[in-house]
């Protein structure tokens, strides 16, 4: 069973920061498309961000200015930084990977921002 490995989620206070890291085993092969989506509490999974492999991005209007999205191409690696964190932010975080044929979840990593 092909498995994303995430990394990177935890609790930090409001205005704090974290780093999401998703690593897609190389067996996954023409990767179109690298991202985050989001569960909160109640609420239904959204996109986050994601890059496409030409490098264009695109995110939730209410993500923009306070995260960004990259990748390695080469490690197969989406990286996602998220500054600015708000209580709001709180969810599971979900990496999702896209080829031709295909996506992959990651299990999701908790992201929790409180005082």
């Known amino acids: 069973q092909v498995q994303l490995v995430e990394s990177g989620g935890g609790s930090v206070q409001p205005g704090g920061s974290l780093r999401l890291s998703c690593a897609a085993p190389?067996?996954?092969?023409?990767?179109?498309?690298m991202g985050w989506y989001r569960q909160g509490p109640g609420k239904q999974r959204e996109l986050v961000a994601r890059i496409i492999r030409d490098g264009i991005t695109n995110y939730a209007d209410s993500v923009k200015g306070r995260f960004t999205i990259s990748r390695d191409n080469a490690k197969n690696t989406v990286y996602l930084q998220m500054n600015s964190l708000k209580p709001e932010d709180t969810a599971v975080y979900y990496c999702?990977?896209?080829?031709?044929?295909?996506?992959?979840w990651g299990q999701g990593t908790q992201v929790t921002v409180s005082s």
């Open positions: 190389g067996s996954i092969l023409s990767i179109y498309a």
């Open positions: 999702n990977v896209d080829t031709i044929q295909r996506g992959f």
